[in-house]
């Protein structure tokens, strides 16, 4: 079984992110995509960021039918903050035979070598990573424990964000097309962002 990991804050959770994983799922033949909302990061104030009921939910709307995504919760059981070594150490119990790997942007690339533990992370999965606008991925100069463990995906370059998509909700114009048509009644239904 081989096991794609996307985590992210997901505040929104956007089409940019939709597309991301069909690709993956796709181009390299993954049976199952599971969605983390972090719980916790380190690098966002929690003030920033929707609730993670809220983020959960929209994540959950967002993928509720395809039937290779799944939404985890885990985050909401580590310790805080929610760092990705933690995650996955975590989710190694429930994939505990299935090859992992996890799913990260071009711009998430440049700093990995910054994340806690970086070559524990690599011990757990191997790296899909695909671009994202203004990071440009063959230029990054990479650690060894990094070389022979990354997959590249041919992917649409977006610019698409979630602080694009709230600031638009914020004022007051439409998301028709940002967001899967679920996500955007999830937001209208709970006025988030408003």
Not at 52 to 57: G, K, L, Y
Not at 110 to 116: G, L
Not at 157 to 165: A, I, K, R
Request: proline share 6%; net charge negative; glycine share 4%.
């Amino acid at each position: 079984m081989k096991v794609g990991i996307f985590g992210g804050t997901f505040d929104p959770p956007h089409i940019a992110h939709s597309i991301i994983a069909e690709r993956v799922l796709e181009e390299f033949g993954l049976d199952q995509i599971v969605w983390v909302p972090a719980f916790d990061p380190p690098h966002k104030s929690l003030h920033q960021l929707s609730s993670f009921t809220h983020r959960v939910a929209m994540v959950d709307a967002a993928v509720s039918n395809h039937s290779s995504f799944q939404v985890s919760e885990i985050e909401s059981t580590l310790d805080c903050p929610t760092y990705t070594i933690r995650m996955l150490r975590a989710l190694r119990k429930q994939f505990s035979h299935a090859k992992r790997y996890l799913i990260l942007g071009g711009d998430s690339l440049n700093h990995f070598h910054t994340w806690m533990e970086p070559e524990a992370i690599m011990e757990h999965v191997e790296l899909i990573v695909y671009p994202r606008a203004g990071h440009l991925i063959e230029e990054m100069d990479l650690p060894p424990y990094l070389s022979d463990q990354i997959h590249y995906i041919q992917a649409p370059m977006m610019s698409l964000s979630g602080e694009h998509v709230r600031t638009c909700l914020i004022e007051e114009k439409s998301i028709r097309y940002l967001v899967l048509e679920s996500v955007r009644d999830y937001i209208v239904h709970h006025q988030i962002y408003h």
